[in-house]
């Protein structure tokens, strides 16, 4: 079966790093577009940044671009998330998924058929 499993996260301070990655198994990988997607305690899932099934396209949102880098690496079924400069609103549990269909520029939950497990990034001030 279909396993997304993420890693990486963990405490860091404001201004601080982290890199997520995301095993994927049972999929073919590269034909998929991926996304990270998060959520804090109270809040509704929020995406954060999306990437073609081949790389070459990427997708931000706002409150990220210019701080985090979505990366992928086809050979090793991988999905990354580097996360630079990260503030205290941040702080949340990060989610990868994989959607078969729709374009990966559309930031929306809804096209994502599979999702991983989470792995929580807290963000100290």
């Known amino acids: 079966q279909v396993q997304l499993v993420e890693s990486g996260g963990g405490l860091v301070q404001a201004g601080g790093s982290l890199r997520l990655s995301c095993a994927a198994s049972g999929l073919t990988f590269s034909t998929y577009t991926m996304g990270w997607f998060r959520q804090a305690p109270g809040k509704e899932r929020e995406f954060v940044a999306s990437?073609?099934?081949?790389?070459?396209?990427?997708f931000y949102a706002d409150s990220v671009k210019g701080r985090f880098t979505i990366s992928r690496d086809n050979a090793k079924n991988t999905l990354y998330l580097q996360m630079n400069s990260l503030k205290p609103e941040d702080t949340a549990a990060h989610y990868c998924?994989?959607?078969?269909?729709?374009?990966?520029?559309?930031?929306?939950?809804?096209?994502?058929?599979?999702w991983g497990q989470g792995t929580q990034v807290t963000v100290s001030s």
């Open positions: 998924a994989a959607a078969a269909r729709g374009p990966y520029y559309s930031g929306t939950y809804q096209i994502y058929d599979y």
């Open positions: 990437i073609s099934r081949t790389g070459t396209g990427t």
